[in-house]
Nanobody, 120 residues
């Protein structure tokens, strides 16, 4: 029903910047809450930043002031601008979309992830 494709990951030195993109298929993007998660080896997946249908944003404390989440509904695309990157930001970053159902609750969709590696 929904397909998410992340791009923009790569290798960067500490203090550098990257911009991640997530392209969503279908027509549900503009009426869905979307977010970025990340998962480092041997660690739990964690929420990095989220943005609601109305544009309200929230961030993990560890990235506040450094990362900015945004969305372009006309392009069905989610972005994550990452500045002042640190080695601890190294992880696979995943795009997430919540599609609400008529029967109640929601269905979660995930992209395949894009790797971000920050060197010391």
């Amino acid at each position: 029903q929904v397909q998410l494709v992340e791009s923009g990951g790569g290798l960067v030195q500490a203090g550098g910047s990257l911009r991640l993109s997530c392209a969503a298929s279908g027509s549900t993007f503009s009426i869905s809450n979307v977010a970025w998660y990340r998962q480092a080896p041997e660690k739990q997946r964690e929420l990095v930043a989220g943005i609601s249908i109305g544009g309200r944003t929230n961030y993990a404390d560890s990235v506040k002031g450094r990362f900015t989440i945004s969305r372009d509904n006309a392009k069905n695309t989610l972005y994550l601008q990452m500045n002042s990157l640190k080695p601890e930001d190294t992880a696979v970053y995943y795009c997430n979309l919540d599609r609400y159902t008529y029967s109640g609750g929601y269905i979660e969709y995930w992209g395949q992830g894009t790797q971000v590696t920050v060197s010391s």
